[in-house]
């Protein structure tokens, strides 16, 4: 009974690549949620998605950064031209519904940019 | 003025005592939540709640609709407790948690 999978763990980018982090929510889930904290900072909401669609994308920055949830596969949060202030832990949630139910985190992914 | 306030930021105890957390929110909400993040990083959901009182082991969590305030208990503590311990609140009006920003407990033995 798998938990909420992310990966990588730890991703080392130079300013300018591409960083892409994969989330397989828990089996039966259909929601996701993306999370950032920023060193020495709280979690922020990013984006929140279903199969197939984007429901809330009012934390994520407009450039660069795109969020997607395919029918098939992982939910992928993908960040271009990345930045040394991309620099942080990414979460990753899951829920099997809408609002009713506690949201289940992976164990994140830490992006450092060199 | 961050619409999810937590205190206290840092918190040492002794092993065997009795631990509070509290938790202030400005907005209407459907759910506050109660996130513990261990040092290595990861995230576990402790609690969600909308209204009175929840159990777990030693720990318990309760909310006032009305004051708009939760506490986060921790019965005779462990050095095993020891963590960062955030409230989230589900606004009434969406989907996304807007966080606390932690609060920091040490247990020593």
């Known amino acids: 009974n798998a938990g909420v999978m992310q990966n990588p763990r730890h991703l080392v980018r130079r300013r300018g690549q591409e960083a892409r982090l994969r989330c397989s929510p828990m089996k039966g889930h259909s929601h996701v949620y993306w999370y950032r904290q920023l060193p020495e900072e709280g979690l922020k909401f990013m984006v929140y998605l279903q199969k197939e669609n984007i429901i809330d994308e009012s934390g994520m920055p407009k450039e660069r950064f795109s969020a997607e949830f395919p029918k098939e596969g992982p939910s992928i949060l993908r960040i271009q031209q990345v930045v040394r202030g991309d620099s942080a832990a990414y979460f990753c949630?899951?829920?099997?519904?809408?609002?009713?139910?506690?949201?289940?985190f992976g164990d994140g992914t830490r992006l450092s940019i060199l | 003025k961050n619409e999810v306030e937590q205190s206290p930021q840092n918190l040492t105890a002794q092993e065997g005592e009795f631990i509070t957390i509290n938790c202030s929110y400005s907005?209407?909400?459907?759910?506050l939540h109660w996130l513990q993040q261990h040092p290595g990083g990861g995230i576990v959901s402790l609690f969600m709640?909308?209204?009175g009182k929840k159990k777990h082991g030693r720990l318990i969590a309760t909310i006032n609709i009305q004051e708009k305030h939760s506490s986060l208990h921790i019965t005779a503590s462990h050095p095993r407790d020891s963590a960062v311990y955030i409230c989230a609140a589900r606004k009434s009006s969406g989907d996304k948690l807007t966080f606390g920003t932690g609060t920091r407990l040490a247990v020593r033995p």
């Open positions: 949630a899951s829920s099997p519904r809408r609002n009713d139910q506690p949201q289940h």
């Open positions: 907005v209407g909400i459907s759910a």
């Open positions: 709640l909308s209204s």
